[in-house]
């Protein structure tokens, strides 16, 4: 969902633009264990790591999802924790540094609204934020095992024991204030990656109409 509208990812590429290409290799639903099997065929040995600024790794909804009411999305503990490395580790064989990956946290859930939800489904309540935090718990800390910078989206989005089911569409997934949020957040970690990014073309007005060879074709 990071590119429907106002999703984090359009708000990111909007702010690379003609320095990055953002691109968005989500998939709904899924959850660490599939997305370890997938991940060689998403990112491969061919990709252009020497390139690549920045890769955040973003599960954890689904993983905390009940084993008794939601045993398909369902991952164990240990195992999240152990996806999340062997993600990384596949990342650093490619040539993609602990520096530039991002781990995210899952954000809290917000049980009154996701419940409605399952209920409309025939469904019973298939989260609960507490299950959901130690998640995001064991995310921060597989990120301190693999020296890579966190998200930690579950507390940032609870600072202060704030009211947080603004930042939530039905309980679980992003609204347009979630997304914003997400990222503000994110972009700080980013931007420090980026800053020395040389833009990309030049601006129309710098073009020079006599000669526009001269201005597109040199190399930035």
């Known amino acids: 969902f990071s590119f429907q509208d106002n999703g ?22 899924y959850n660490t264990r599939w997305a370890n ?18 890769v955040t790794i973003f599960f954890g909804a689904n993983d ?11 991952i164990p503990l240990k195992e999240y924790a152990d996806n999340l ?3 990384v580790r596949y990342l650093k064989s490619l ?35 507490s299950a959901t935090g130690e998640y995001a718990k064991t995310c921060v800390q597989a990120a301190r095992d693999c020296g890579t910078e966190v998200l930690d989206l579950w507390t940032l989005m609870q ?7 603004s930042y939530l569409s039905d309980g679980l997934h992003l609204s347009v204030v979630g997304n914003n949020f997400l990222a503000a957040q994110l972009w700080p ?18 073009v020079d109409p006599l000669n526009p060879e001269v201005s597109l074709c040199r190399k930035f």
């Open 189 to 206: 970690l980013l931007e420090k990656k980026i800053s020395a990014l040389p833009i990309l073309l030049p601006y129309w007005r710098d």
């Open 8 to 29: 984090w990812g359009v708000l990111l590429a909007q702010k690379l633009v003609r320095k990055c290409d953002v691109l968005n290799r989500g998939l709904s639903g």
């Open 64 to 74: 905390s999802a009940l084993k008794d009411v939601n045993p398909n999305q369902h």
């Open 159 to 165: 600072k202060n024991n704030q009211d947080f089911s």
């Open 37 to 54: 099997i997938i991940l060689p065929r998403l990112i491969s040995k061919s990709s252009d790591a020497e390139n690549t600024i920045a």
């Open 95 to 129: 040539g993609i540094t602990e520096d530039k990956i991002i781990l995210i946290t899952p954000p809290p859930v917000y049980e009154p609204a996701w419940e409605k939800e399952c209920i409309a489904k025939g469904d019973k309540l298939n989260r609960f934020n």
């Open 85 to 87: 490395k062997s993600m």
